[in-house]
């Protein structure tokens, strides 16, 4: 079984980066996992070499829907036969993965003052293509403080040119209803600007067009 750096090279090989993850002891205490996982490694896109990529995978290119997520089943399936892991997705049919849940446990992941997650490296711009439920106890991401403690101006909190995060709430109606007019122009072509606005999230490399596809499946 190859170790945490091993594993993290095999994931940038796949266009993919290990975000956050749970080890042995934290397996343990779940009954949310397959059962004898001694470790969970979430897997994000790996930024910002992923959508250039990705654009040309077959998945992309053969016009059927859904190309991202058959690209994720096919890449961390295989990935996962080969170390003897069992591929866990957020997509598909219910139930539903506890994704969420998964990262927030993980320590290296925490809840923004927006509600969406933030990440260390990928600030709000952190998403999960699926994760790997490993036999073998190897280190996972180590846990970190909160970033946005440190981040006096918190600048995701005023970006929203609707305030859809002003209640505490994501309001997905007025976000949605903005996004169809002109003035939402500049978060269908560049993604969401509360995530544009997080400092982290600023040198993360996300690149527009990627951020441009998904706001588009979201619409």
Request: charged share 20%.
């Amino acid at each position: 079984m190859p170790d945490g750096h091993e594993m993290e090279q095999a994931a940038n090989a796949r266009l993919l980066t290990i975000t956050a993850g749970l080890d042995a002891e934290a397996c343990a205490a779940r009954d949310d996992l397959p059962p004898g996982s001694r470790t969970l490694l979430l897997l994000s896109p790996h930024e910002p070499a992923f959508w250039p990529a990705f654009q040309a995978t077959p998945e992309f290119r053969d016009g059927d829907p859904d190309p991202m997520d058959r690209w994720s089943r096919r890449v961390i399936t295989q990935w996962a036969e080969e170390v003897g892991a069992t591929p866990l997705f957020p997509f598909g049919s219910p139930p539903f993965h506890p994704f969420i849940k998964w990262a927030l446990a993980s320590g290296r992941v925490h809840s923004s003052p927006i509600g969406m997650m933030v990440h260390p490296h990928a600030g709000l711009f952190l998403s999960f293509r699926g994760a790997l439920a490993l036999p073998e106890a190897i280190p996972a991401p180590p846990i970190c403080a909160r970033p946005c403690d440190n981040c006096p101006d918190q600048p995701c909190r005023t970006a929203c040119p609707v305030d859809a995060f002003a209640t505490g709430a994501y309001d997905v109606p007025r976000c949605k209803a903005f996004l169809e007019t002109d003035a939402g122009f500049d978060c269908m072509s560049k993604g969401c600007k509360a995530r544009r606005a997080c400092p982290i999230g600023r040198n993360y490399g996300r690149l527009h067009e990627h951020s441009a596809y998904h706001m588009s499946r979201f619409l």
